[in-house]
């Protein structure tokens, strides 16, 4: 039987709602903002002050001239290969490295432990990462997006603690059975903790989707940059060189080019959240396991 509420806990609620959604406003607005000036006609957008609540006329010139670019086309392919094999690649080491460090009587386990997370803290710098990328052939390759970040040191210990979680007693019966330790990781492990490994892949696919750090040192090819290489390209240079109309007003069109290819690169990747909400939740209570 559910109590009754008291007119000071509808207060406290009406006072909890009224707050999240004030705190929700304030990080929405940002994306609220691109938005409308990517729509806005750029010659009312640049004489507009004060906040924006609607689109300042509706023009779609931003985007024209944004899709109108082949590097955008370029970027998209490049980022979607490096999403999708990145992750692959991300989500196996991970699973394979968390298993050997959650199994009780893995040998070392505590001072590898201790080395891996060591890493976090404390790295070798960019020129002997650098070096090294160079040194193993992996320069001016796709390899150098995916390989080096293969492993993200919070993520591994993440996932041993979700294996942790796990009654011992599965992998024992599937032993038992005559299962190995793939079969136990891949047929009995990460379907229990699918939840978790749902949010770690999405950990990982946005990293990939908006990192272009790697790709400025490593790849030198520009038919292999990422997206997110070129947006930082337009928003550094206004403008996207070679596809602008020479009797336009570039300057008008500077901040509207840049607003749409913000919303372009940043829709996708927002997208796919609302699938993997649900396992956020999910994955809170996957400690609660108990032998």
Same mark, same amino acid.
């Given at each position: 039987?559910? &109590? ?228 930082? &390209? ?20 500077? &901040? ?34 108990? &032998?």
């Amino acid at each position: 039987m559910t &109590e009754k509420l008291t007119g000071g806990d509808r207060i406290f609620i009406v006072f909890i709602y009224v707050i999240t959604g004030f705190l929700a406003l304030i990080c929405l607005y940002p994306m609220i903002h691109v938005f409308f000036a990517s729509i806005s006609d750029p010659l009312k957008l640049m004489v507009h002050t004060g906040v924006l609540l609607k689109p300042q006329g509706i023009s779609l010139k931003g985007y024209q001239i944004v899709f109108s670019n082949r590097n955008i086309y370029t970027g998209y392919f490049n980022t979607i290969y490096y999403v999708i094999i990145g992750t692959l690649v991300n989500m196996l080491c991970s699973s394979l490295g968390a298993y050997a460090l959650s199994r009780p009587n893995y040998m070392f386990k505590r001072t590898i432990t201790v080395g891996i997370v060591f890493t976090m803290y404390f790295s070798g710098g960019l020129i002997p990462s650098y070096l090294l990328v160079r040194a193993l052939g992996l320069y001016n390759s796709r390899l150098a997006i995916v390989l080096p970040g293969a492993i993200a040191t919070w993520n591994l210990i993440v996932m041993k603690t979700s294996f942790q979680a796990i009654p011992n007693s599965l992998g024992e019966s599937a032993k038992i059975d005559g299962a190995n330790d793939l079969v136990i990781l891949f047929r009995i492990f990460l379907p229990v903790a699918k939840a978790t490994m749902a949010v770690m892949a999405l950990f990982y696919a946005v990293g990939h989707w908006n990192s272009w750090f790697n790709a400025m040192i490593y790849i030198q090819d520009r038919g292999k940059y990422p997206l997110s290489l070129f947006l930082r &390209e337009i928003l550094i240079a206004n403008s996207v060189s070679g596809n602008v109309n020479p009797d336009a007003n570039v300057f008008f069109l500077d &901040e509207i080019i840049k607003y749409a290819t913000i919303i372009i690169s940043t829709v996708p990747i927002l997208v796919a959240y609302p699938f993997a909400q649900r396992y956020f939740m999910t994955g809170v209570m996957l400690g609660s396991l108990k &032998e």
